[in-house]
């Protein structure tokens, strides 16, 4: 793992967007007091799309909002966490319950080096990811498909 690079990854901003970010986030945005209404306009201040009438609840973490698409209607859970280092998709009428994970990051487990192996995730229209499960990177979440609470969703078979 010494010999990792990250080579291939794009955040697909500059630094200091990255840092303003980062302290938007952790100083306001994912904060009990900021009012769930302020969210939203935050997240496409940013670069996020978000359809409307999007809750999104307090101890949110999302690691690249212009990596971020949520439709209409959805519903975000206290304290989950959106790790995009890929693009995630959110059709409308979604739920992503308390402390879900989608996780679009990975690495090559066999190779020395120890490198990305990261893909975008996409959850279709009505799902359903429940408290505490786990979307991992690739896997494309179908419409209405329910991810059951502490369930794990791993990579689409195609």
């Known amino acids: 793992m010494a010999a990792f690079t990250g080579a291939g990854y794009d955040k697909g901003r ?3 967007w990255q840092a303003a970010w980062f302290a938007t986030m952790n100083l306001v ?7 769930a209404r302020f969210r ?5 201040a940013f670069g996020a799309v978000v359809g409307e009438r999007v809750l999104i609840r307090h101890r949110v973490r999302v690691l690249w909002p ?13 304290g989950a966490w959106l790790l ?8 409308d009428d979604v739920c992503v319950s308390q ?5 679009t990051g990975s690495h090559r487990h066999d190779d020395p080096a120890f ?4 893909a975008p995730i996409t959850l279709g229209r009505g799902a359903w990811v429940a408290a505490r499960a786990t979307v991992l990177r690739g896997a494309d979440v179908e419409p209405g498909e329910v991810v059951p609470a502490h ?7 195609r």
């Open 84 to 91: 995009n280092l890929e693009p995630i998709s959110i059709a």
């Open 115 to 118: 490198e990305f192996d990261n």
């Open 40 to 44: 939203p306009p935050i997240l496409r």
């Open 14 to 16: 500059s630094r200091l």
């Open 29 to 35: 945005w994912s904060k009990w007091w900021l009012p």
């Open 66 to 78: 212009w990596k971020l698409n949520i439709g209409d209607d959805c519903w975000i859970g206290e």
């Open 99 to 103: 402390e879900a994970l989608l996780c």
């Open 151 to 157: 369930g794990v969703r791993s990579r689409s078979r």
